[in-house]
């Protein structure tokens, strides 16, 4: 079950090669734990042991975590502790989500976590080896947002991009619904700053592997990139907004398997989370259109992954066949599709498409897609579009 990454401390693939480490000597491959067993523990054996960019305080006699206060007892910038943590588990939570999205562990039933033999062969391997840059491509090519993001940049057909040129996070298709006699728009699309947090994780990622780095900083070869990169990537603020593009991996090929792509459950954003001040109309209106709009999006990538080509008339004639599971207003639907579409960037299907008919470039793990979606949606795709 992969997630949409929006913090941005798992985007420092150097802490995630720390905590892999941990994990590797605590719980290896074979033994599962679950979210706090990996939180600091000032009590216990921690991350600490096994961090190579703490800093140290010569006044204090101490090393700490480069991110937190010498004193801070919250310890690690990618977990908090367990005693700890202002973000209510979700830095610990969003790095696990990060680390399944890169392959290098499995997050399963029961939030139970297991580390792949992926991640063991990463934790082992020292991280200014030249082995660690392969490892490195590897895994961020496991994740669906990333090889989205990657698709893009080649779609630009140019060796420069400015990073504010890229779409992550959830379509906003603006739709608007009668609900408690007010007109509503339904907050369905992600929020500015979680954009941002999302990109600024990629882009790091994307910059450790090779593909691209910041044009304002020193040149390196792809093949060092995970060392070249490092001071900038592990700096405390990273805004640089041009990029260079080094070697883009050929990710536009039908044998390319994006391996973590979103599953059904993260099709949209949490829609109990909004925030909304004094407007409640608005949470309990998203939350009731809530199935419908991941109905949508997941028809959209299933009925793209399984046909050499479709068209859009196709998928909204679809839809149109059971409004109640796919339809928020017919009428606007064949507008809401062709902004839905770019659903497929955040899962990493890359697409053509030339007058009304999409084909898809690679191919995304439809058993990862599925998980979590409800048998009656599964049941009217697979039977509908045999």
Not at 36 to 59: A, E, G, T
Not at 220 to 225: A, D, L
Not at 354 to 365: E, H, T
Request: net charge positive; hydrophobic share 35%.
């Amino acid at each position: 079950m992969a997630y949409l990454i929006n913090r941005n401390a798992a985007s420092r693939l150097q802490c995630l090669h720390s905590i892999c480490k941990f994990i590797n000597i605590k719980f290896g491959e074979v033994h599962s734990f679950r979210l706090f067993d990996i939180k600091f523990d000032s009590n216990s054996v921690n991350v600490h042991q096994y961090c190579d960019y703490l800093l140290i305080n010569n006044s204090l006699g101490i090393s700490h975590c480069r991110y937190k206060a010498p004193l801070d007892e919250s310890g690690c910038g990618l977990t908090n502790s367990i005693d700890i943590d202002s973000t209510k588990s979700k830095e610990v939570s969003n790095t696990v989500n990060s680390l399944h999205g890169l392959g290098l562990v499995t997050r399963g039933a029961g939030n139970l976590v297991k580390l792949t033999k992926l991640g063991k062969k990463f934790a082992s391997t020292d991280f200014k080896s030249s082995s660690m840059n392969r490892i490195i491509k590897e895994a961020v090519l496991n994740y669906g947002p990333m090889v989205g993001l990657i698709g893009q940049i080649i779609n630009f057909k140019r060796d420069q991009f400015d990073s504010s040129d890229l779409l992550v996070g959830y379509p906003s298709a603006e739709e608007r619904v009668l609900f408690n006699g007010r007109n509503i728009l339904l907050s369905s699309g992600s929020e500015r700053d979680s954009n941002t947090r999302t990109r600024s994780c990629l882009l790091a990622w994307g910059t450790t592997a090779g593909f691209f780095r910041p044009i304002e900083i020193p040149e390196y070869s792809s093949s060092n990139s995970h060392l070249g990169s490092q001071e900038y990537i592990l700096s405390d603020s990273r805004n640089l907004r041009k990029y260079q593009v080094i070697d883009l991996p050929e990710v536009n090929d039908s044998s390319f398997l994006v391996n973590r792509t979103l599953d059904y459950s993260q099709l949209a954003k949490n829609s109990k989370a909004l925030r909304e001040n004094n407007q409640s109309n608005i949470r309990e209106a998203a939350m009731l259109f809530d199935s419908k709009i991941k109905n949508r999006r997941f028809a959209i990538l299933y009925l793209i992954s399984t046909n050499d080509s479709i068209s859009f008339k196709r998928i909204i004639d679809f839809m149109l066949k059971r409004p109640d599971l796919y339809v928020v207003d017919p009428t606007d639907l064949e507008r809401v599709i062709a902004i839905e579409f770019d659903i497929t960037n955040s899962a990493g299907l890359l697409c053509s498409v030339a007058r009304d008919i999409i084909k898809k470039s690679n191919a995304i793990n439809l058993t990862e897609l599925e998980c979590n979606a409800p048998s009656n949606v599964l049941h009217d795709l697979k039977s509908r579009s045999a």
